[in-house]
Nanobody, 121 residues
Framework: QVQLVESGGGLVQAGGSLRLSCATS????????MGWYRQAPGNQRELVAI???????NYKDSVEGRFTISRDNAKKTVYLQMNSLKPEDTAVYYC???????????????WGKGTLITVSS
């Protein structure tokens, strides 16, 4: 059973920083792309950042230069360093991993349950 568990969420003042972690566990053969989405109340889930196994990254325009995604392939963990946080960054942040749970399966997307980030003004 594959699990993704996020940690590091919470309440922070505007201009502050937080670091999210997402650890994967269970039966995993290999991991492809990992990343973070977020969903604010009343809004659709949106992509925040993704990272390939080789370290190539892509960011949502509004977080470029403020957020940094990274991964530790040995630990099967993805991180999101968030600096200069703004109230509009308030949302539930979800990590995902595109991975193969067994040698007989194709790559599939797995999701964490989400962690709430609240940025106060």
């Amino acid at each position: 059973q594959v699990q993704l568990v996020e940690s590091g969420g919470g309440l922070v003042q505007a201009g502050g920083s937080l670091r999210l972690s997402c650890a994967t566990s269970g039966s995993i053969v290999s991991i492809n792309t990992m990343g973070w989405y977020r969903q604010a109340p009343g809004n659709q889930r949106e992509l925040v950042a993704i990272i390939t196994p080789g370290g190539s990254t892509n960011y949502k325009d509004s977080v470029e230069g403020r957020f940094t995604i990274s991964r530790d392939n040995a630990k099967k963990t993805v991180y999101l360093q968030m600096n200069s946080l703004k109230p509009e960054d308030t949302a539930v942040y979800y990590c995902f991993a595109n991975l193969r749970p067994s040698a007989y399966s194709r790559y599939m997307d797995f999701w964490g349950k989400g962690t709430l980030i609240t940025v106060s003004s």
